[in-house]
């Protein structure tokens, strides 16, 4: 009777639970909806109040006007160039770094990993004056590259997959010396396909970091052609064009990418952060 009365309780707190949780995903989902909605109104529709929840005629001559009159093909190929090559050096770099300092030993290897992971603790905008004045040197100003190479240079990468390499038993390592595996043979396949979920929880989080890096791109990217979508939709938002369903249209562009990568790669992602939290 008691184990009943238990398993009820358990029943109903399951319920609240997922109850709560269902709630508070779909406040969350709800600027999505609202967004990918007002996208599709007319520019009046958008600003009704009270408002319609659900199109009442739908429309994609925002989509068409946003490629037609500005170039949002070229901003959103900008954006995926940028994105997606920073993300894979960062991937590179930081992998091959925290496998350094996780499993080789050498001198100062400590000292240098706290010196390391501190520049985490300098916001980027106290570098952005000495940082574009580099990048001016190099004659990157204006160019995709310049967007690209100072993104690659941060610790947190390094500083996350570290962690995941630190959990891999050394006796992998040590088995595939005896196997006779050099040092860059145990590294790309050995222990990289073990941190697989760290390499996707660290792929969406720097592409969506660099996806959204407003003000490093909008001071570099100083041509239209050279514009980020992001910024290039953030010059829509300041225009004195009223017509808020084209502007929605134009940030609804501009999310998409960014629910792709996710969706790719969400089972990483998950699977991740479930490591990390059991992680010892």
């Avoid at 490629?67 to 894979?88: C, D, E, H, K, Y």
Wanted: proline share 5%; hydrophobic share 55%.
């Amino acid at each position: 009777m008691l184990q009943v009365k238990t398993k009820k309780k358990r029943d109903m707190y399951d319920i609240f639970s997922n109850s709560i949780i269902v709630l508070f995903a779909l406040l969350n989902l709800f600027p999505l909806y609202w967004l990918f909605t007002s996208s599709l109104k007319n520019s009046s529709d958008v600003l009704k109040m009270p408002p319609d929840w659900w199109p009442s005629t739908f429309t994609f001559s925002n989509y068409s006007e946003v490629f037609s009159s500005q170039p949002a093909l070229r901003w959103t190929m900008n954006s995926l160039f940028v994105a997606g090559l920073t993300t894979i050096l960062v991937v590179a770099a930081s992998s091959m770094a925290a496998y350094a300092f996780s499993k080789l030993q050498f001198k100062g290897k400590q000292v240098i990993f706290i010196f390391f992971v501190s520049s985490l603790m300098v916001p980027k905008e106290v570098m952005i004056v000495p940082l574009f004045r580099i990048t001016q040197e190099l004659g990157m100003v204006n160019s995709l590259y310049g967007m690209i190479w100072p993104n690659v240079a941060t610790a947190f990468g390094v500083f996350l997959l570290k962690g995941f390499f630190d959990s891999a038993p050394d006796a992998l390592r040590e088995a595939a010396k005896i196997d006779g595996a050099g040092e860059v043979r145990t590294f790309l396949q050995i222990l990289l396909p073990i941190i697989k979920p760290g390499i996707g929880a660290l792929f969406i989080l720097n592409f969506v970091q660099v996806w959204n890096d407003y003000l490093w791109q909008l001071v570099i990217g100083q041509d239209k052609e050279m514009k980020t979508l992001m910024v290039g939709v953030a010059t829509l938002m300041q225009d004195l064009n009223p017509n808020f369903a084209y502007k929605m249209a134009g940030a609804t562009v501009a999310a998409i990418p960014m629910l792709i990568i996710f969706v790719m790669f969400q089972k990483y992602f998950t699977s991740g952060i479930a490591i990390g939290a059991v992680k010892e």
